[in-house]
């Protein structure tokens, strides 16, 4: 059974930090690309970061919204991946999720709630 688990999600002023994670399990963690996405009320869910899978050189890529602010790693032997918040906005305010993919097949974490608000 898949399990992508996040964790670190809170309240946090505005130019504050926070650093989610997420644990997988079920899964050869090191073969799939994950990534970060969120999803704010009223919104559609979009990408946040996106880390390729080690094979493929572990690249990462990032919405415009967050680059220069966000960056996302990943560590095989923990078969964790994270995102590191930096300089937050209200507007980053969101349910963030974790997904993981490879070929068909195409997982997600229940979500992690981030509030950027003083």
């Known amino acids: 059974q898949v399990q992508l688990v996040e964790s670190g999600g809170g309240l946090v002023q505005p130019g504050g930090s926070l650093r989610l994670s997420c644990a997988a399990s079920?899964?050869?963690?090191?073969?799939?690309?994950m990534g970060w996405y969120r999803q704010a009320p009223g919104k559609q869910r979009e990408l946040v970061a996106g880390?390729?899978?080690?094979?493929?050189?572990?690249?990462?890529n990032y919405a415009d919204s967050v680059k220069g602010r966000f960056t996302i790693w990943r560590d095989n032997a923990k078969n964790t991946v994270y995102l590191q918040m930096n300089s937050l906005k209200p507007e980053d305010t969101a349910v963030y999720f974790c997904?993981?993919?490879?070929?068909?097949?195409?997982?997600w974490g229940q979500g992690t709630q981030v509030t950027v608000s003083s």
């Open positions: 997904n993981s993919r490879r070929l068909r097949d195409d997982y």
């Open positions: 079920g899964i050869a963690f090191s073969i799939y690309d």
């Open positions: 880390i390729s899978s080690f094979a493929s050189g572990g690249r990462t």
